[in-house]
């Protein structure tokens, strides 16, 4: 079993990922600010392979203490998303880049490091073309553009990596987030019962939270196989139309209406279809539908308020 350090762990991802290596008899170190959830964590106290450390990852003596007692470093404390990040631009680029900067200091050549980024650097796609991991990054956001200079930082200093660049995920956690795509769309639609689109055919991919942690778990187990690569993470059948998940949801949520808006630009100008065959023929592939995870949500929001928290 091996020792595994998470960054940023009592978040979205995070929280999922502890609980899953911890049910795998891993031990796991999370250092946290709790910025948002502070009970996300809650169930895994008991777990006497589980340690939380309530501080900032921008701190260079405490991180470098830990990836020296830790096989793993699986690096997730980021402010997360466009809008987040341009609101907090300084604490932005000192959390998204500083702290891996500092971790290609500190690193020792046995640690192993599991970086997750967007795949959203991506931005337009050309039409009946599917991006793969050689496609140009041209990342638009502050946030995109630190996740995209993290991800060069780790391919070029850090010896033992494995890069994925995420789709949008969705999906039930115990630190839960409504401003991602899928989320915000189930969570409009069971308060509002309405859909407003802007620019419906723009197109996106999708990947279930529980499908990212499996693919960490497959990770760990295969690391020598896919170490030193850089593999996009999605659901395969999940590259749609923003009009199509409308739809999809509206399947689950007869009552939904949906309002499509013309000549009014959306301003999240992501427009791609992703390749997941690199990690695909590697032996790892998402499996958990939009339609599984849309039914899980329409009951999280319906059921339980608290549940919706943004990070906005
Ligand atoms: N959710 C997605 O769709 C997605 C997609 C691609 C990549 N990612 C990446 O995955 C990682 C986790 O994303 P998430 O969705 O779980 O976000 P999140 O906001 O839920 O989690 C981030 C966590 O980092 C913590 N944190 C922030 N600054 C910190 C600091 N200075 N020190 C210690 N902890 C700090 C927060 O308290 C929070 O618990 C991020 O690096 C993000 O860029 C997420």
């Known amino acids: 079993m091996s020792k595994i350090l998470i960054t940023g762990g009592a978040g979205y991802i995070g929280s999922m990922l502890c609980t899953k290596l911890l049910s795998l008899g891993h031990q796991v170190t999370v250092v946290d600010?709790?910025?948002?959830?502070?009970?996300?964590?809650?169930?895994?106290?008991?777990?006497?392979?589980f340690k939380l450390i309530v501080d900032d990852a921008r701190k260079k003596n405490l991180i470098k203490n830990l990836v020296n007692k830790n096989d793993y470093i699986i690096p997730l404390a980021a402010l997360v998303g466009a809008p987040l990040c341009e609101k907090f631009k300084k604490d932005a680029i000192s959390t998204n880049l500083g702290t891996i900067q500092t971790l290609c200091e500190v690193i020792t050549k046995k640690n192993k490091?599991?970086?997750?980024?967007?795949?959203?650097?991506?931005?337009?796609?050309?039409k009946g073309k599917y991006c793969d991991e050689n496609s140009p990054l041209n990342p638009i956001s502050l946030y995109g553009r630190t996740k995209c200079d993290g991800e060069d930082l780790v391919r070029n200093k850090i010896k033992n990596h494995v890069c994925f660049r995420l789709a949008?995920?969705?999906?039930?956690?115990?630190?839960?987030?409504?401003?991602?795509?899928?989320?915000?769309?189930?969570?409009?639609?069971?308060?509002?019962?309405?859909?407003?689109?802007?620019?419906?055919?723009?197109?996106?991919?999708?990947i279930h939270v529980r499908d990212v942690v499996n693919a960490i778990e497959f990770t760990i187990k295969n690391f020598n196989r896919l170490k030193n690569n850089v593999y996009n993470l999605g659901l395969s059948s999940a590259n749609i139309s923003k009009i199509m998940l409308a739809r999809k949801i509206q399947k689950h949520f007869k009552k939904l209406r949906i309002k499509i808006v013309?000549?009014?630009?959306?301003?999240?100008?992501?427009?791609?279809?992703?390749?997941?065959?690199?990690?695909?023929?590697?032996?790892?592939?998402?499996?958990i539908s939009l339609d599984d995870g849309i039914i899980e949500l329409i009951q999280i929001f319906s059921n339980d308020k608290n549940r919706i928290i943004n990070n906005y």
């Open 168 to 206: 949008t995920v969705f999906g039930h956690s115990y630190r839960m987030r409504s401003d991602l795509l899928v989320n915000n769309f189930v969570h409009t639609t069971v308060k509002k019962k309405r859909l407003t689109l802007f620019e419906p055919h723009f197109r996106r991919n999708f």
């Open 262 to 287: 013309k000549n009014r630009k959306d301003p999240d100008k992501r427009d791609y279809f992703v390749s997941n065959k690199k990690i695909e023929k590697k032996g790892f592939k998402a499996t």
């Open 33 to 49: 600010l709790l910025k948002y959830d502070k009970g996300s964590l809650n169930h895994l106290y008991f777990n006497r392979n």
């Open 113 to 126: 490091v599991i970086y997750l980024t967007t795949n959203s650097g991506y931005g337009i796609g050309e």
